[in-house]
T-cell receptor, first 113, second 113 residues
């Protein structure tokens, strides 16, 4: 499973506070992704990275930013959390962009009150 | 952008019954197709995938899927389910040349002992 860990695993925060979620992988995969999972919506791509310092937006990127200063770490930041960002966040990684399997982390359950 | 449709979001069936989950996608070009499974409280795991070749793909735990290009479909099947197959199943599609996955909304499958 590409040795993907996420931290924290659970977080409760208040509206308006900044939140950073961390994804760490041990397999040196080049590509990393952040998804959110919501009932009735499946998984939706927030941002992705195709290398250190190279990131791009997914379909639901508003209100989120990312950073990747090292191959192994991909950070997702909610600059000012809102209740609509209450969700389960999954990180994924893969080696090749084309025709390759994405491996997922265990998820972070975020609640914004 | 890709869109993926999964029908019958909630499926309840008894052990030993057959399971078929439908997946249709919108893109007319070359695609890569995946089925992921999420057991209760766990992260997503790859069940099977299709990139090219034989359109009938066999995965783990007795699952298989058939790619029918003319119908833009990639339906998942298992002839005889077990209680341990209780999970949520996601179909995902990526276009040839990139690995940004579009997910369906998922099928929640409950197998009654």
């Amino acid at each position: 499973d590409a040795g993907i860990t996420q931290s924290p695993r659970h977080k409760v925060t208040e509206t308006g506070t900044p939140v950073t979620l961390r994804c760490h992988q041990t397999e040196n995969h080049r590509y990393m992704y952040w998804y959110r999972q919501d009932p009735g919506h499946g998984l939706r791509l927030i941002h992705y990275s195709y290398g250190v310092k190279d990131t791009d937006k997914g379909e639901v990127s508003d209100g989120y930013s990312v950073s990747r200063s090292k191959t192994e770490d991909f950070l997702l930041t909610l600059e000012s959390a809102t209740s609509s960002q209450t969700s389960v966040y999954f990180c994924a990684a893969t080696e090749a962009e084309e025709s390759d399997t994405q491996y997922f982390g265990p998820g972070t359950r975020l609640t914004v009150l | 952008a890709q869109s993926v449709s999964q029908h019958n979001h909630h499926v309840i069936l008894s052990e030993a019954a057959s399971l078929e989950l439908g997946c249709n996608y919108s893109y007319g070009g070359t695609v890569n197709l995946f089925w992921y499974v999420q057991y209760p409280g766990q992260h997503l795991q790859l069940l099977l995938k299709y990139f090219s070749g034989d359109p009938l793909v066999k995965g783990i735990k007795g699952f298989e899927a058939e790619f029918i290009k003319s119908k833009f479909s990639f339906n998942l099947r298992k002839p005889s389910v077990q209680w341990s197959d209780t999970a949520e199943y996601f179909c995902a599609v990526s276009s040839y040349g990139n690995n940004r996955l579009a997910f369906g909304k998922g099928n929640q499958v409950v197998v009654i002992p």
